[in-house]
């Protein structure tokens, strides 16, 4: 008996494909077809490129020894299912898996760029491998909620760099523990290219602060308890989007 057709369950494949096209899969994607998901020659898959094309494709050969596939593109479609707001979630490295655990809930959450940032008071930093690391986090958490658009996981950069990007954004947000400011005040919703930046674990600092707000960034709270990093960038990318009519 053929599986039925799992229409959340989508594989990712790096490249722009068309209809009629045959493609092989030898990866991790084709490891978790053929072996977790137990797909057999004839069922149909979906497929993501992380640039909004969404695929539907037929598998027509399996090499189980080499563990890889043929698959044939049937359908090719262009299916963004991203926020209509594009945020830049701009944030501290975190320690142990917490900026992989903040990072997978972010692209769950539809960000499109996770921009790295030393402040003065960060601790953790990003190797090459753990750059490497988080793009396949952020690979599994557009599976895992359909998504079709890859955020571009950016190298890390000093806080002093990140401002001198602050005007190529319609607005700057900054989450701040003594703010008392709520975010529906400062949001004015006139565009739709948001920067959004969370502070280190251990704060920011003074000096920070004051520069951030001289280039034109607004403070917000996220209420009267002290949130960890990771939570915090849960919470205040789920502010955006309620602002902005996405949740």
Known sequence: MKKS????EIYYYPYKLETGEMITIDNEE??????VMRHKVGDKIKLTDGRGFEYEGIIKKIFYKEKKLTIEILKKEFLPREPNVEITLASSPLKGENTEIMLSKAVELGIRIFQPVYFKN???KISENKLKRLVKVAVSSLKTCAGTILPQVAKPLFFQDLI??????DEVLLAYEDSETKLSTVLNKKGNKI???????GGFAEEEIK???QKGAKL???GKRRLR??????????????EFNNI
Not at 5 to 8: H, M
Not at 30 to 35: L, N, T
Request: net charge neutral.
């Open 211 to 213: 520069i951030a707000t």
């Open 220 to 222: 917000f709270s996220l």
């Open 30 to 35: 084709a490891h978790h077809i053929i072996r």
């Open 229 to 242: 990093s990771e939570t915090a960038a849960i919470v205040a990318l789920s502010l955006i989007l309620y």
């Open 164 to 169: 001198k990007g602050f005007s190529s954004y």
């Open 122 to 124: 960060t601790v953790a």
């Open 195 to 201: 920067l959004l930046i969370i502070g280190p674990e």
């Open 5 to 8: 057709f799992i229409s959340w």
